[in-house]
């Protein structure tokens, strides 16, 4: 997939940004975040990145404030799997999960609405403090089948980084970052994006889906380069697909 956009040339001095489109509920996110974590370990410019958590929900009518239900019930009655697609998914993803070192549970995890967990990503972001949370959140229901629309559990999650208990609570109980997540969506649909993650490397490099840690370190790689380099004003985005979750609420098996 290819587009191509006019633009002035960017500074070389300028970061390099990085814009990830992401969903608590979806099992390749988190995969997807280790995967990124681990690459960025081995990118040598990893102290000129610039980035952005960006929200995404895969099912917005799904129950919030700890009403969520089992996702195998979820996948069944909602998003239409047979029985055995669902154990090929779980299996693929059990996989990938043991070959990223991290325990797997999905099986018994939560569905549930993400909207308050994306709120309180932004909350973070203020503070710097955005990736823990994801990286917690995305523990709690691949790992620990905890409901993440629990109030509770965003407020302990939260605190665990460095929030304070009271302006997490505060922005629970309000509107607040509710714009900011349809924005994020909305900027996602101008950009022909419907899946997730995504990951959006200086607007000219896409990644989607849980792809393999040495694809992300050859991306990296070439967009800094690229970056650097850079003498067109015009804009071209090279996308590389891997398994991912669509708008729709189902995800790859």
Same mark, same amino acid.
């Given at each position: 997939m290819f587009t191509t956009i006019m633009e002035p040339l960017v500074k070389k001095s300028e970061k390099m940004k990085i814009e990830v489109w992401t969903d608590i509920m979806c099992p390749y996110c988190y995969i997807g975040k280790i995967h990124y974590e681990q690459a960025l370990q081995q990118f040598e410019h990893a102290d000129e990145v610039e980035l952005e958590w960006r929200a995404f929900q895969l099912n917005p009518d799904l129950p919030d404030k700890g009403n969520g239900y089992p996702v195998r019930e979820y996948l069944v009655n909602s998003a239409g799997y047979s029985e055995e697609s669902i154990d090929s998914m779980f299996a693929n993803?059990?996989?990938?999960?043991?070959?990223?070192?991290?325990?797997?549970?999905l099986p018994h995890s939560i569905a549930a609405n993400t909207?308050?967990?994306?709120?309180?990503?932004?909350?973070a972001a203020k503070k710097g403090l955005d990736s823990a949370v994801v990286g917690k959140l995305g523990k709690a229901y691949f790992e620990e089948a905890k409901d993440y629309s629990d109030w509770?559990?965003?407020?302990?999650?939260? *605190?665990?980084?460095?929030? #304070?208990?009271?302006? +997490?609570?505060?922005?629970?109980?309000? /509107?607040?970052?509710?714009?900011?997540?349809?924005?994020?969506?909305q900027e996602a649909a101008n950009l022909g994006f419907d899946t997730?993650? *995504?990951?959006?490397?200086? #607007?000219?490099?896409? +990644?989607?889906?849980?792809?393999?840690? /040495?694809?992300?370190?050859?991306?990296?790689?070439?967009?800094?380069?690229?970056?650097?380099?850079?003498?067109?004003?015009?804009?071209?985005?090279?996308?590389?697909?891997?398994?991912?979750c669509n708008a729709d609420g189902t995800c790859e098996i």
């Open positions: 993803l059990k996989k990938l999960a043991d070959d990223a070192g991290v325990p797997f549970n909207r308050d967990a994306h709120r309180l990503i932004k909350l509770d559990l965003l407020v302990s999650i939260g *605190t665990e980084v460095g929030l #304070e208990e009271e302006e +997490i609570r505060r922005m629970l109980e309000s /509107d607040d970052y509710l714009y900011e997540i349809k924005q994020d969506m997730v993650p *995504t990951f959006l490397m200086d #607007e000219r490099q896409a +990644i989607i889906g849980s792809e393999p840690v /040495d694809l992300f370190v050859k991306v990296l790689n070439k967009t800094y380069n690229n970056l650097k380099s850079r003498t067109e004003k015009e804009k071209v985005l090279e996308v590389s697909m891997g398994k991912s």
